[in-house]
């Protein structure tokens, strides 16, 4: 009996607008220096496909920087039965361009029966658009995807029953199994096998990394909140649905990355790390374990979730970096996009962090609909104020989207927002929303935000705070990623298309 062959795969999306950050992020955008983040959910639908006795091949061309023609090519010559595609709005028309194309060429060559898989966010909230718009064969909607996959491929090998969450064709009719569930216990998933998912290509070039070579995990799905307005991948991990693995299988996890990969930073990319009894059993666990002394550990946090003793626990259990979602500096900001955040939270969280030895990070957004320019100025000086003082390190800034999917795109709906549903100007290099600012307005202010940290007083703090050569690998590498985003978001980016 044939093997089937399956490719989880990125195909290379050429761009001016420079090199497509899709796989394990929230927020897409085209970045002009280069970064590439681990995905999750395919690597673990890799392993587990492969520890099921299925032929897998991972297959990022995006990451191995070829062209799409040196990917197709390697493509055509393995010829695999099933190709699973991850996707987000920005490239979704690319993805139909790419998924006909390659359907085509398959009924051409002959012998060749090729079934393409779509995940993700897009997906999961318009799976009918994509049934129509491409000659896609299964959709797999929600967050456990990794899971959806494997029961796609049982099905067409072993007609197992499909699982909700699954959109698919049936004698020329599109079907679908309902909504999804996310009902799957995160420790059955075998630890990701990152030989198989070339772990190495996602090891360097990422911003977070101080000490290198670096990987990720994913402890969680997603974020115990889950209800904030903007967020894309509330569409996939509702917070109701919030699950993480046990303490100890993370433990044996992170035992695996530094004993066999010799990894040397670890970034958790669970929404918002768990907190509680969960934390303090992991960071104990960290400490007894000595993991605490091999390797650095980031992860996701809200701002207004933990106490100073937890921070300085976690700030021996080896914790480093820490991202958190500021967003804005207005309060109405905070409760119209729910993010269950008052203003006065947010330094005193930071300086908690601070004061335990981490390194925080902020997120913030420009563009909302009901912001005056003073409004998002004063998202502007907080953040100024909190370099200026030294409570955070480091930032990043992007241009509000609404994806479909969440509360704000079908606010946008409601309010006649929408600048264009051209989707191809969902990249967070222009405003897709009405506002009271001005699409320059917009880009400057994106712009000012990655200029506050240039005050004398931080400056001078973290020249003389280097203490080795990864200090100064790491500030020339930030450097350099900030030149990127100023360019990211010039003036000279398109206006959104009609």
């Not at 049934?131 to 099905?155: E, P, R, W």
């Not at 004063?378 to 999917?405: R, S, W």
Request: charged content about 25%; overall charge positive; some cysteine.
């Amino acid at each position: 009996m044939k093997k089937i062959k399956i490719n989880i795969s990125y195909p290379p999306l050429a761009s001016e607008k420079g090199i497509p950050l899709l796989g394990q992020n929230r927020q897409f955008q085209w970045f002009n220096n280069p970064t590439y983040i681990y995905p999750m959910v395919p690597a673990y639908a890799a392993t587990l496909l492969k520890s099921k006795g299925y032929d897998v091949v991972w297959d990022d061309g995006i990451a191995e920087e070829l062209t799409y023609e040196e990917w197709k090519k390697r493509l055509l010559k393995r010829k695999p039965d099933i190709i699973i595609l991850e996707t987000k709005t920005p490239v979704v028309k690319r993805h139909w361009k790419i998924i006909n194309e390659l359907k085509k060429t398959s009924l051409e060559i002959g012998n060749w029966k090729l079934e393409i898989v779509l995940v993700g966010d897009h997906v999961t909230a318009l799976p009918l658009e994509s049934m129509i718009k491409s000659k896609v064969d299964f959709i797999a909607t929600g967050g456990d995807y990794d899971f959806l996959i494997l029961n796609i491929v049982n099905y067409l090998t072993k007609k197992t029953p499909l699982e909700p969450g699954i959109w698919y064709r049936e004698n020329g009719q599109v079907k679908n199994t309902g909504h999804f569930l996310l009902n799957h216990s995160l420790d059955d998933l075998p630890i990701i096998d990152r030989d198989l998912t070339h772990w190495k290509l996602y090891a360097y070039k990422n911003g977070n990394y101080k000490n290198t070579p670096g990987t990720y995990t994913y402890c969680a799905r997603d974020c115990w909140w889950g209800r904030c307005k903007f967020c894309s991948w509330t569409t996939l991990y509702p917070g109701k649905d919030f699950r993480k693995h046990s303490v100890g299988r993370m433990l044996d996890e992170i035992g695996v990355l530094i004993e066999k990969y010799h990894i040397k930073e670890i970034m958790d990319d669970a929404g918002t790390f768990p907190v509680g009894k969960w934390l303090k059993d992991f960071c104990e666990g960290m400490i007894k374990r000595g993991y605490n002394k091999k390797i650095r550990f980031d992860c996701n946090m809200r701002l207004n979730a933990l106490s100073q003793e937890e921070y300085n626990l976690m700030g021996k259990a080896g914790f480093r970096f820490i991202l958190y979602g500021l967003e804005s500096a207005n309060q109405k900001t905070l409760d119209k996009i729910n993010k269950n955040l008052k203003v006065e939270q947010i330094e005193e969280s930071v300086k908690r962090a601070k004061k335990a030895g981490l390194e925080p990070h902020i997120t913030t957004m420009m563009g909302y609909p009901w912001e005056t320019k003073k409004d998002a100025q004063k998202t502007v000086t907080l953040a100024k104020c909190l370099f200026e003082k030294g409570y955070v390190d480091t930032l990043q800034a992007t241009i509000l989207i609404p994806y479909p999917g969440t509360p704000l795109f079908a606010e946008c709906k409601k309010n006649k927002w929408l600048l264009t549903e051209n989707w191809d100007d969902f990249d967070q290099r222009m405003p897709v929303m009405k506002s009271p600012l001005t699409d320059n307005d917009i880009k400057q202010l994106t712009q000012e935000l990655y200029k506050s940290f240039m005050t004398p007083k931080f400056i001078f703090r973290k020249i003389t705070g280097v203490r080795n050569f990864n200090d100064i690998k790491f500030l020339l590498h930030a450097a350099g990623k900030v030149i990127g985003h100023l360019t990211d978001f010039g003036s000279k980016q398109n206006l959104p298309s009609n």
